[in-house]
C-alpha cells in the first residue's frame, strides 16, 4: 500500500501506542560500564530511523547484550531540545550504555551513541572518533546519510552494519545500497510493523537492504550480522 494512501489518523494512533509502551514486569538495573576512551573496535552499528522512531527504539535496543562486539550509533530525527533526555531513556533501559553523543568520543564496542539534534554525526579515523559540525546543511539534523556514508569511510564495508528503520522520505536508502555494495550487512524494517513505511521501502526499492525483518526481529538480526565475519 503506497504512503499517499495511509490513514493520517491511523499513523496517528500507530505512533501513541509505540511511544507508550509499559513494561510488563519490573526490569532490574543492569550495571554497566563507564564510557572511558579506547580503540578496541569490532563494528559499527549504523540505525537510523525517523517518525515512530523512539518507540521503535524501545523495541529493538534493549534486546541487545550488553557483550555486543560492536558500537552502536543511533540517528534518530528529534529536535535538539530531545536527544539528551532521549539518550538517558534509552541508557536506563537498554543493557548496553547509551549517551548523547559528543565530539572527540572514540567509538567502543558494547556502547551506544545518540545523535544530538540539530547537528551532524561524522566519525573519522580507524580509531573512530567522533565529530559534530553543523555542516553539510540537510533536510534533516542529523542526517543519516551522511552519517553511514563516514562510518563506510572510516572503516570499509565490511565491518559495517546499516539499519533503516520507521520514518518518512527517503533520508538514509543510498548510503544503505552504497553499504551493502562495499560489503556490509544492511537491515530494512518490514512494512507490516513500520509506523511509516517510508525510509526502509525506499532503501528495499534501491536494493539496499540485504534483511528485511519487523521490529520486533531486529535485534536479533544486528546480533547476528554482529557475529557474522
Not at 572511558?36 to 518507540?55: Q, R
Not at 529493538?60 to 532521549?86: E, G, K, W, Y
Not at 539534523?141 to 539499519?163: Q, R, Y
Request: with cysteine.
Amino acid at each position: 500500500m503506497a504512503y499517499n494512501s495511509v490513514n493520517k489518523k491511523s499513523i496517528r494512533d500507530r505512533i501513541q501506542r509505540r511511544n507508550t509502551i509499559i513494561p510488563t514486569k519490573k526490569v532490574e538495573p543492569v550495571k554497566k560500564p563507564h564510557f572511558t576512551g579506547s580503540k578496541e573496535l569490532s563494528k559499527v552499528v549504523v540505525i537510523g530511523i525517523s517518525t515512530g522512531g523512539p518507540g521503535t527504539l524501545m523495541e529493538v535496543l534493549p534486546l541487545l547484550p550488553a557483550d555486543l562486539n560492536a558500537a552502536v550509533i543511533i540517528i534518530q530525527h528529534m529536535p535538539p531540545s530531545f536527544t539528551a533526555s532521549f539518550a538517558k531513556r534509552l541508557n536506563n533501559a537498554c543493557c548496553i550504555p547509551i549517551k548523547e553523543a559528543d565530539a572527540g568520543d572514540v567509538l567502543q564496542n558494547g556502547r551506544g551513541y545518540l545523535a544530538p539534534g540539530g547537528y551532524q554525526l561524522v566519525v573519522r579515523g580507524e580509531s573512530g572518533i567522533i565529530r559534530i559540525p553543523s555542516t553539510p546543511k540537510t533536510i534533516f539534523m542529523p542526517c543519516v546519510n551522511v552519517t553511514m556514508d563516514s562510518v563506510l569511510d572510516a572503516f570499509g564495508g565490511k565491518n559495517v552494519i546499516g539499519v533503516l528503520m520507521t520514518g518518512m522520505g527517503d533520508d538514509g536508502a543510498d548510503a544503505m545500497v552504497r553499504i551493502r555494495k562495499a560489503g556490509g550487512t544492511t537491515i530494512a524494517e518490514d512494512e507490516s510493523t513500520a509506523v511509516v513505511f517510508g525510509m526502509p521501502r525506499e532503501a528495499i526499492e534501491r536494493g539496499g537492504a540485504e534483511v528485511v525483518a519487523p521490529s520486533y526481529k531486529i535485534a536479533n538480526a544486528i546480533i547476528t550480522a554482529v557475529r557474522k565475519a
